[in-house]
């Protein structure tokens, strides 16, 4: 399984699960989900844009105190995936 696919399925995840008491996952689903979308045909600064939103929603991909092991992966996937789509658009 692709990164992205691992990463899309904890995001869908966790937001549903943690969605109620964590509000900004919404946006975080929403954001990841039009980043993977539009590395289909790459617009560069949109997607820099959104990538950088996550990250400020995610409080530097830092799971909050009452965040399960799910979440604590879509963090850490979050991260993983934010480098490698950085990469992909440096090279």
Excluded: W
């Amino acid at each position: 399984m692709s990164i992205s696919a691992q990463t899309a399925k904890l995001v869908d995840l966790v937001a549903r699960v943690h969605g109620p008491n964590h509000p900004h996952l919404a946006e975080v689903k929403t954001l990841f989900h039009e980043v993977d979308n539009q590395l289909q045909a790459p617009q560069q600064d949109d997607v820099r844009s959104k990538l950088a939103r996550i990250r400020e929603l995610s409080n530097d991909f830092q799971t909050p105190s009452d965040g399960c092991e799910g979440y604590r992966m879509m963090d850490a996937s979050l991260a993983d995936y934010e480098q490698e789509v950085l990469a992909m658009l440096n090279a």
